[in-house]
Structure formats: C-alpha cells, structure tokens
C-alpha cells in the first residue's frame, strides 16, 4: 500500500528565503503525486500534480517540486517566500485505479517578515 | 462554476445524535471521496462513491458511518449516535473522472463539533 511522509510537521522562513518542504512517499507502482495546500478554515487546492510526464513540475503561485525516483522523494520549493505562502501544506501518493488518494500529515509553513 | 459545495459549514450535536452531512461535487463531475481531518493527523480517506454506488469504503468505521450519492441530490455522509471522538472537520471532494490520476477539488468542510 502507498504511503507519505512530511519531515517536519512545522517550517519557518524569512520572507524572500526558500522554502523546501520534504516529502518522502511509497508505492508498489509508479505513482501519481500532489502537492495541496490549506488555507485556515477552507478546503484544500491544488498547487501542482506529477502523473510521470516531466520529472520537474511546475504549479501555481511559483512552486515546483522534483520527482525522484532514486530518492522516492517529491520536495516542494519556492525560491522566494511571501507572506501569503503562510498554510498548511499536503503531499499526497495514488496508485491509479480506485485506489484512494492518501496523504501526508501535512508540514505547516509560518513566514516571518 | 461553483466548486464543491458543503454543508453545514460547521454542525454541533450532543452525544448521542445523528449528525448528516452534505456534499454537492462540481459540476460534472460523477465521483464524491469523503475524508477525515484531526488535528497533527491530515486528511484520512473515507468512502469513494460514483452515483448510487459505494466504490471503496475501507475507511469507513464500521459502525454508525454510512455514506450514500443517490441519483439525484448531493451525497451525504451519515453519522449515527456521535460520540466526542467524532469531533473534526470532514472534507468532500470530487473529480470528473475514475481514478486518482485526476486531481480531487476539494469543499471548504464541515466541521463537526460532538458536546
């Protein structure tokens, strides 16, 4: 069964700074992956998916994330923090199929002026 | 186009309640997947439906959960004599298509708070 990961349940930076929110994921198949975000007391949206076309995917409001298959891993970065990018972030894995999508516990990002 | 819609936005029951929430998906979409959030825990797959018909319900607890998405109207998701444990916010989300390779859109969720 596929599975996440989030190091760190909690991220800090200074606005302008990067921001590199880690997600490690497991699957028996080659997967399809998410990054969404929440915002306090809303849903969650998507900010970009890999689904095994190009390894660097590139999502809304300038965040981008790495598909590494030696790694099993699929990093969130912004080269430049802003205020609003303060949220709670979700990696998520699916196998394709009915399979439900599962996520991480989620990283909350705090960005400091 | 109006996205997912939930209702209540937030819903109090004392223990021992029914507690029914609503779930409108987007727009031409078939598919409904419900999920749990607690806090420090993220989201928790529940039950994936397609009109009239249960797909996947390996989340579900199973006792007093029951989920239905019934021909017409939205889908709705059952809880029957709620204990304290119950209490936190239950997403909808819903896709036009079989399969996670679509990604889901989400409802703003009703937060369910059990007294």
């Known amino acids: 069964a596929q599975s996440v990961t989030q190091l760190g349940s909690h991220v800090s930076v200074s606005e302008g700074a990067l921001v590199l929110l880690r997600c490690n994921y497991s699957s028996s198949v080659p997967p399809y992956l998410f990054w969404y975000v929440q915002y306090p007391n809303q849903g969650l949206q998507l900010l970009l998916k890999y689904t095994s076309a190009a390894t660097l995917v590139k999502g809304i409001n300038g965040f981008e994330a790495e598909f590494k298959k030696s790694e099993t891993s699929f990093h969130l970065t912004k080269p430049s923090a802003h205020m609003s990018d303060a949220a709670e972030y979700f990696c998520a894995v699916s196998e394709g199929g009915n399979t439900p999508l599962v996520f991480g516990k989620g990283t909350r990002l705090s960005v400091i002026a | 186009n109006a996205g997912v819609m939930q209702n209540p936005r937030h819903l109090v029951r004392r223990r021992g309640q029914e507690a029914r929430l609503r779930c409108s998906p987007m727009k031409g979409h078939s598919h409904v997947y419900w999920y749990r959030q607690l806090p420090e825990e993220g989201l928790k797959f529940m039950v994936y439906?397609?009109?009239?018909?249960?797909?996947?319900e390996s989340g579900m607890p199973k006792e007093r959960f029951s989920a239905e998405f019934p021909k017409e109207g939205p889908s709705i998701l059952r809880i029957q004599q709620v204990v304290r444990g119950d209490s936190a916010a239950y997403f909808c989300a819903s896709s036009p298509s079989r399969g996670q390779s679509s990604p889901l859109h989400f409802g703003n969720g009703t937060r369910l708070t059990v007294t």
């Open positions: 439906l397609q009109k009239e018909n249960i797909i996947d």
